[in-house]
């Protein structure tokens, strides 16, 4: 019976591939192919959280704002969002967002304007041109399991501002992880009573109703329109109050 070692991996019988690792990494005739298998792909995915992780590790408290990267600067929740990270700064905190244009930019802007520590997660889209010019700490991934851990891993809370796909699906990440309790002192804010009003009836009115959610899983955020609720909200967790 044919069979190889290579490295941890035993092939046997017809999986037994032609040549070396070290063969097809030495002979510059090989093909390039390699670099897009998935053995490969670790070392980049552990480059990215290499990166991550020191470039974050002395940050310091933060907070991760979340909102559309389509909010224009003419819009109020532009407004909102610079706002809502001078007075994060004011607080303490450093400022993460997603690094791109819209409501995170504008978070960005406010941290930055007033001389705190803004960062900005990039990921790799085909449709947005590299961070914006506020994050003053950027870094950009491929992979978004990756920019999601440094989101949870290097913030003491969320704010969340209007958004589409994307804010929902770090806030319902947030969620989770807290509802599992795979993170615990977790506060979330949803800024924007209005906007956010439809998802919370729903949850009410029919996950909850089907038993899909419990009453505790919607004690985990607070909706509101007022920026220092929010701010106070991830003081308060912070603190420890």
């Known amino acids: 019976m044919r069979s190889k070692f290579k490295g941890p991996v ?17 002979d510059s005739r090989g093909a390039s192919d390699w670099v ?5 792909r670790v070392m980049r995915i552990q480059a990215e959280f290499v990166e991550g992780f020191g470039a974050l590790a002395e940050l310091g408290p933060a907070i991760s704002v979340f909102g559309s990267s389509r909010t224009p600067a003419e819009h109020p929740s532009y ?32 941290a930055s304007q007033a001389g705190g520590v803004s960062v900005g997660l990039g990921i790799e889209l085909p449709y947005e041109s590299g961070l914006n010019e506020w994050a003053d700490v950027g870094i950009n991934f491929r992979y978004f399991f990756a920019r999601k851990t440094m989101f949870v891993k290097y913030s003491q809370g969320y704010v969340v501002l209007p958004g589409g796909l994307g804010t929902l699906d770090e806030l319902f990440e947030a969620l989770t992880l807290v509802q599992t309790g795979k993170i615990t002192r977790f506060p979330v804010a949803l800024v924007g009573v209005d906007y956010w009003s439809g998802l919370i009836d729903w949850l009410r009115d029919k996950a909850l109703v089907d038993g899909k959610v419990s009453e505790k ?13 929010a701010v106070a909200l991830m003081v308060a967790a912070r603190d420890g109050a």
């Open 10 to 26: 035993v092939q046997r019988r017809d999986q037994v591939d032609a040549g070396t690792t070290d063969q097809r990494l030495l």
């Open 36 to 40: 897009h298998t998935d053995p490969w």
């Open 79 to 110: 407004a909102i969002g610079e706002e809502l990270g001078r007075k994060l700064v004011e607080a303490g905190f450093a400022v993460i967002t997603g690094g791109g244009p819209g409501a995170m930019e504008a978070a960005n802007k406010g």
């Open 217 to 229: 899983d919607l004690e985990m955020f607070v909706v509101t329109d007022d920026i220092d609720e």
